[in-house]
Protein backbone atom coordinates (compact mmCIF):
# COMPACT_ATOMS: atom_id res chain seq x y z
CA UNK A 1 0.00 0.00 0.00
CA UNK A 2 1.35 3.13 -1.09
CA UNK A 3 1.38 5.47 1.96
CA UNK A 4 2.50 9.07 2.93
CA UNK A 5 2.67 10.06 6.36
CA UNK A 6 3.18 13.51 7.79
CA UNK A 7 4.41 14.78 11.10
CA UNK A 8 5.70 17.91 12.67
CA UNK A 9 3.02 19.79 13.15
CA UNK A 10 1.70 21.75 16.05
CA UNK A 11 0.92 24.95 17.86
CA UNK A 12 3.90 27.50 17.61
CA UNK A 13 4.23 31.02 18.24
CA UNK A 14 4.05 34.12 15.72
CA UNK A 15 7.68 34.00 14.45
CA UNK A 16 8.29 30.87 15.36
CA UNK A 17 9.90 27.90 13.32
CA UNK A 18 8.58 24.24 12.73
CA UNK A 19 9.73 21.64 10.43
CA UNK A 20 7.48 19.17 8.71
CA UNK A 21 8.29 15.55 7.96
CA UNK A 22 6.59 13.50 5.04
CA UNK A 23 7.42 9.47 5.07
CA UNK A 24 6.72 7.45 2.25
CA UNK A 25 6.15 3.46 2.94
CA UNK A 26 5.20 0.98 0.49
CA UNK A 27 6.98 2.66 -2.51
CA UNK A 28 10.59 4.70 -3.43
CA UNK A 29 9.84 8.21 -4.03
CA UNK A 30 12.97 8.35 -6.06
CA UNK A 31 11.15 8.63 -8.84
CA UNK A 32 8.29 11.38 -7.81
CA UNK A 33 8.29 15.12 -7.76
CA UNK A 34 6.78 16.08 -3.94
CA UNK A 35 4.50 18.75 -3.23
CA UNK A 36 3.57 20.40 0.33
CA UNK A 37 0.14 22.43 0.24
CA UNK A 38 -2.00 23.55 2.83
CA UNK A 39 -5.64 24.06 3.77
CA UNK A 40 -7.15 26.71 6.15
CA UNK A 41 -10.86 26.85 7.40
CA UNK A 42 -13.12 27.73 4.78
CA UNK A 43 -10.71 28.02 1.78
CA UNK A 44 -9.76 25.84 -1.02
CA UNK A 45 -5.98 24.14 -0.79
CA UNK A 46 -3.03 25.50 -1.96
CA UNK A 47 0.10 24.49 -3.24
CA UNK A 48 2.64 25.75 -1.08
CA UNK A 49 6.10 24.17 -2.27
CA UNK A 50 7.48 21.75 -4.84
CA UNK A 51 10.79 19.52 -5.15
CA UNK A 52 11.69 17.46 -8.42
CA UNK A 53 12.89 13.81 -8.02
CA UNK A 54 16.63 14.28 -8.02
CA UNK A 55 16.38 17.38 -5.61
CA UNK A 56 17.75 19.73 -7.56
CA UNK A 57 14.85 21.89 -8.27
CA UNK A 58 12.41 23.61 -5.87
CA UNK A 59 9.25 25.80 -5.71
CA UNK A 60 7.31 27.71 -3.96
CA UNK A 61 4.34 30.04 -3.33
CA UNK A 62 5.04 33.77 -3.19
CA UNK A 63 3.30 33.91 -0.12
CA UNK A 64 6.06 31.63 1.52
CA UNK A 65 9.00 32.68 -0.29
CA UNK A 66 11.92 32.62 1.58
CA UNK A 67 10.06 31.95 4.87
CA UNK A 68 9.75 27.96 3.82
CA UNK A 69 12.41 25.41 2.44
CA UNK A 70 11.70 22.15 0.91
CA UNK A 71 13.95 19.23 1.01
CA UNK A 72 14.02 15.42 0.46
CA UNK A 73 16.15 12.89 1.82
CA UNK A 74 15.44 9.94 -1.00
CA UNK A 75 17.23 7.05 0.57
CA UNK A 76 15.45 7.77 3.84
CA UNK A 77 11.75 8.13 2.02
CA UNK A 78 11.17 11.27 3.42
CA UNK A 79 10.28 15.32 2.42
CA UNK A 80 10.68 17.98 4.94
CA UNK A 81 8.98 21.51 4.59
CA UNK A 82 11.52 23.42 7.31
CA UNK A 83 8.85 26.95 8.29
CA UNK A 84 10.91 30.35 9.51
CA UNK A 85 9.16 32.78 10.42
CA UNK A 86 6.12 31.69 10.59
CA UNK A 87 2.52 33.77 10.64
CA UNK A 88 -0.87 33.44 12.61
CA UNK A 89 -2.28 33.39 8.26
CA UNK A 90 -0.28 30.28 7.73
CA UNK A 91 -1.84 28.51 9.93
CA UNK A 92 -3.52 25.40 8.36
CA UNK A 93 -3.67 21.43 7.96
CA UNK A 94 -0.47 20.86 6.00
CA UNK A 95 -0.56 17.74 3.55
CA UNK A 96 2.27 16.32 1.48
CA UNK A 97 1.70 15.05 -2.15
CA UNK A 98 3.91 12.65 -4.66
CA UNK A 99 3.36 13.26 -7.94
CA UNK A 100 5.08 10.60 -10.72
CA UNK A 101 6.35 13.24 -12.58
CA UNK A 102 10.07 14.91 -12.70
CA UNK A 103 8.60 18.28 -11.05
CA UNK A 104 5.54 20.05 -10.09
CA UNK A 105 4.99 21.46 -13.51
CA UNK A 106 2.19 24.75 -13.11
CA UNK A 107 0.04 22.44 -15.46
CA UNK A 108 -0.55 19.64 -13.29
CA UNK A 109 -3.70 19.86 -11.01
CA UNK A 110 -3.85 18.30 -7.92
CA UNK A 111 -5.77 15.60 -8.76
CA UNK A 112 -2.87 14.46 -11.20
CA UNK A 113 -0.69 13.50 -7.53
CA UNK A 114 -0.92 10.44 -6.81
CA UNK A 115 -0.41 9.76 -3.32
CA UNK A 116 -1.65 12.13 -0.25
CA UNK A 117 -0.77 11.95 3.27
CA UNK A 118 -3.48 12.80 5.79
CA UNK A 119 -2.26 16.21 6.65
CA UNK A 120 -0.97 17.67 10.27
CA UNK A 121 -2.25 20.60 11.83
CA UNK A 122 -0.34 24.01 11.89
CA UNK A 123 -1.67 26.44 14.52
CA UNK A 124 0.28 29.78 14.66
CA UNK A 125 -0.95 31.83 17.52
CA UNK A 126 0.15 33.59 20.67
Known amino acids: QLQLVESGGGLVQPGGSLRLSCAAS????????IGWFRQAPGKEREGVAC????????SYADLVKGRFTISRDNAKRVAYLQMNSLKPEDTAVYYC???????????????????WGQGTQVTVSS
Open 51 to 58: IGNSGLRT
Open 26 to 33: GFSIDYYA
Open 97 to 115: AALSASFCYKDYAQSDYDV
